[in-house]
């Protein structure tokens, strides 16, 4: 059954927890009826959405599949966050990472999102309406340990920038945030990047987070919290920033040193 009424819809991919679960949770507050999506429906994802839908974004189907659900349960896609992303730790160095890994680095980190803007491009231009694309610092600033990832996302900055110049005149903004290391499951949970890291290095989880800010250059001093990258999203994703289109927010704790 499809529900028609003036309340916004907004699309969060990667929702069930970490920055998604924090921008699905701060849209939700702001009025939007917020469609979540991830491979698992988590008990939070369920209580902060409207609606929670299970599915893989790196398969060629799961975007488009995602995107009919949203429609077909609220008749509209007023913002899509592009938010699901993923890395994995490397320690070994390039000539190391075959060619199923670069494919699967680029189907969630990339061709995810390609497909998800293909998918919910009709609509948003309807709604007149607006994109987040969740990139990261290391898309401007690569490091040998995540050269997969940071060039995957290098792309989505690229394409988000490209797509802004179309869409503009078209009504649906396109911009960017870029985060740096940020408190999430990705970094605190037992078999996470940050987990990978700390054994790399011969110390335990808690130690490695401890030291991690000062040794990264942070120059706040800690790693970013979620709610401070959904902050800006929800900014972007407000009517009341329309003259920003094309723009790429850094919000890394003061670690990329280049202007
Ligand atoms: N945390 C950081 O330090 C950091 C830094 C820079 C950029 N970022 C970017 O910020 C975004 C969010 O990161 P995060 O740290 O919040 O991530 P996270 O805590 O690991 O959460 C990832 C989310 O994506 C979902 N997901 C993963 N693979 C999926 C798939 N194939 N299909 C559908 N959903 C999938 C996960 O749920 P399921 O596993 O249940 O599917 C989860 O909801 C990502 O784009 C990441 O690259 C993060």
């Known amino acids: 059954m499809t529900v028609k009424t003036a309340v916004k819809t907004a699309v969060v991919t990667g929702a069930s927890k970490g920055i998604g679960l924090a921008v699905t949770r701060f849209l939700e507050e702001d009025g939007f009826r917020v469609v979540g999506a991830a491979r698992t429906v988590t008990p939070e994802l369920k209580e902060a959405s409207s609606l929670a839908?299970?599915?893989?974004?790196a398969t060629p189907q799961g975007p488009a599949e995602l995107i009919?659900?949203?429609?077909?349960?609220?008749?509209?896609?007023?913002?899509?966050?592009?938010n699901v992303g993923a890395f994995s730790p490397r320690t070994s160095g390039f000539a190391a990472i075959d060619d199923i890994e670069w494919q699967h680095t680029f189907e969630l980190n990339f061709f995810g999102v390609v497909r998800?803007?293909?998918?919910?491009?009709?609509?948003?231009?309807?709604?007149?309406g607006s994109i987040v694309n969740v990139s990261s610092a290391r898309a401007r600033g690569p490091q040998?340990?995540?050269?997969?990832?940071?060039?995957a996302k290098a792309a989505l900055t690229n394409l988000s920038k490209a797509l802004s110049m179309e869409l503009g005149p078209k009504g649906v903004r396109?911009?960017?945030?870029?985060?740096?290391?940020t408190r999430t499951p990705a970094w605190t949970d037992a078999d996470g990047f940050g987990a990978g890291l700390a054994a790399a290095a011969g110390k335990s989880l808690e130690e490695f987070l401890e030291g991690f800010p000062g040794m990264a250059?942070?120059?706040?001093?800690?790693?970013?919290e979620p709610e401070e990258v959904a902050e800006?999203?929800?900014m972007l994703a407000s009517g009341r920033t329309r003259a920003v289109?094309?723009?790429d927010f850094v919000i890394d704790g003061g670690q990329l040193k280049t202007v």
């Open 232 to 234: 800006v999203v929800r």
């Open 174 to 181: 396109v911009n960017t945030v870029s985060p740096g290391p």
């Open 217 to 224: 250059g942070l120059t706040t001093g800690r790693l970013t």
């Open 144 to 151: 040998p340990p995540t050269v997969d990832y940071g060039a």
């Open 116 to 128: 998800t803007v293909r998918a919910a491009l009709p609509h948003l231009v309807a709604s007149q």
């Open 68 to 82: 009919r659900q949203a429609h077909g349960a609220f008749g509209s896609v007023d913002v899509l966050v592009n």
């Open 245 to 247: 289109n094309g723009a």
């Open 53 to 57: 839908v299970s599915v893989d974004l």
